[in-house]
């Protein structure tokens, strides 16, 4: 080793250590992610990012997640359910303020839900709320929530994000001001930069350890690497260069979490355009996917192999990769019964995530071994939703569905698979309908099997949540259950 | 004032006809028809373009450039607070270009055809040949990983001390500097050698100067028009071409502000930038007009 340069090195540190950035007392952390949010307020985007720093940090719903996905107590701090499955009548914690001094009451959450279903709202996930056919106030700590029909996830729809309680005192800045009612405060938001937090001292929970969190955006993976490695920032949340992780791993400053998220990466098929319609076919292409080559290709080794639309970390989950396993001759058998034994050729449109376009390119080759042909586009998300989600002019795209359960899509005709299939329909109406924990389980896992059995996807892998963080944080969450980078539980080793 | 009215449509046009609704992008995939119509009202997006475009532009005279979709806060103050990053980073960058670019090709100039100039006019090559966010992250390597004199990116604001911002702005200048050095390096050796073999080099070589003092006296300031031109356009682009340096630092600036925007769909904050830099450009050219005037007392006739 060139020993002079150490020696500069430890001078021009010494210098330089006075003036550092990142240099934080151990009750102050630094996290970065990716994206920035849009805006602040969590009621109305689809921005993951906004969950990201705000969900359980600075807002709070009737009910939230906890790391393992399961759905606990929030603001509600009990609840009872009518026999019919249709009225909840939610108890208020006591004594909750929001970050501006008023109080958290009955009528805060008969404002937040009656503004996220009213007519003009602009609330993304308005269907999580289109059962409520009236929220009214019983007293000041308990509200009554009654349903058209009973709803056996709606604990589970109140505790996303998109759910939780404002105050109608200060909506009108929330999307630069979030007041909300969580164990941390907005501070301030210098664009393009940074989000900093602090300590609510108020808070009703148990307070948090740390002091002051400043969220910081990156979004070039070559940068995020040479941030954590400078240790400029101390955690950084969906790591967006695998490559570099075990780099990271066999560094004992650093630590890699690695769980997984509600992400589940399909090569989305339109059900509908020939000859994609046929099942013969769309079970070639299930048989000609090699899972283990993409993960290791795409995602350097990052990924769970799913065979179904659903979370292998839930306790429903069917591991059905066997029915789709990798067969490349049995898929050449299946085209050529198919009528297709010259093969076809079909489009393959990608948006911007590494998954989907390296991914994407793998599968080209994958699927050219068994004689289909694909012609591959890349796209921008906005011209993505246009084209794909709301044209329906695709044959294949990779796209990883985000939401949390979100199975009840495939009951959709009109959603951009186009899986059309009466009986699946009935099931998750079905399922709607039933709040008995072990029949929901049932159900699901037949759900699951339909939408296998009928290939109306290409099931690929679910999405890996890898965080890098220095080797003295403790308590992050291990796994993404929503997009939610929950620092309440969060503090430094010593 | 017509270059900026053309470029205003021509703006609006292009950004306007890109595919991509702004509502549907932010609402996402699980969005209800009626929740997009509702935010398209409330961004007003349901009016036609032309209203739009009148709006934009009568708001932009007055100095309005109007809100952000997606940051839902005013433009004007978005790039205020950009600009304060962008604007130093591309004079930073422009004054070690100049700081480079002056001796080397001064020097070239004198020792043309010499091993002096084949090792400048050779390093001049390899400057123009590196990709500049390459070069930007050898140095993050070098100076924030392995020496630790810099943090690896991020920019300190001018509120915590001008040094600590200077200093934060000072790998992106450099990698911003590199290859225009290398242009303008080039530019000014070839400028320098044209106007040495003028006639009046000649004759104030006859009239007994040195070298040297014809150089300082004579050939320099001679020189100096296509250089300035050169520095104009170069000022341009560094204001406007650091979206990949400003990736590569997480530099809050107006180039990262542009890409984001683009991303996100955006539309207005995207045409308001894209404006206010063909301002810029506008404004710049005509600083180095007369600047060309100060340089050469004869072409102020002409201005």
Redesign the interface.
Known sequence: MFQP?KL??AG??AV?AS????LSAQSDITVAMQL?P??LDPT????GAIDSVLYSNVFEGLTRFASDGSVTAGLAESWDISGDGTVYTFKLRSGVKFHDGTSMDANDVKFSLDRARA?????????LFSGITDVSVVDNSTVKISLDKPNGSFLFNMAWGDAVIVAPESIDGI??KPIGTGAFTFQNW????RIELSRNSDYWGDKPALENVTF?????P??AF??V??Q?VDVFTSFPAPENLPQFEADPRFQVLEGSTEGETILSTNNKMPPLDNVKVRKAIAHAIDRQAIIDGAMFGYGTPIGTHFAPHNPDYVDLTGNSNYDPELSKKLLAEAGFSEGFTTTLKLP?PSYARRGGEIIASQLRAVGIETEISNL????W???V??GKDYGLTIVSHT?PMDIGIYARPDYYFQYDNPEFQSLMTELNGTTEPGKRSSMLQKAQRMISNDYVNGYLFELAYTTVANSKVRGLWKNAPTQATDLTGVSWAD | MISLCLASVIIFTIVEIAPGDPASFMLGINAQEDTIAALRAELGLDQDKLSRYFSWISGMVQGDFGTSYTYRSPISNMIADRIWVSLPLALYALVISTLIAFPAGIYAATQRGKVGDVAVMGATQFGIAIPNFWFAMILVVIFALKLRWFSAGGFVEWENGIFQSIKSLTLPAIALALPQASILSRVMRSALIETLSEDYIRTARAKGFGKRAVIWRHALRNALIPVLTIIGLQFSFLLAGAIIIEQVFFLPGLGRLVFQAITQRDLIVVESVVMLLVFAVITVNFIVDIAYAIADPRLRRRV
Do not use: C, Y
């Open positions: 340069t500069i090195a021009a540190l330089f003036a550092g950035i990142g920035e849009p805006h109305s985007a689809a921005a007519e003009d709202s602009t609330n993304a996930q308005k269907a999307k630069n210098v664009q393009g930069d910081k955006f990156i979004s070039d070559t940068a040479a941030a490695m400078a400029d911007p921008e998300w906005a011209q939703l246009e084209q989600f709301r939401e």
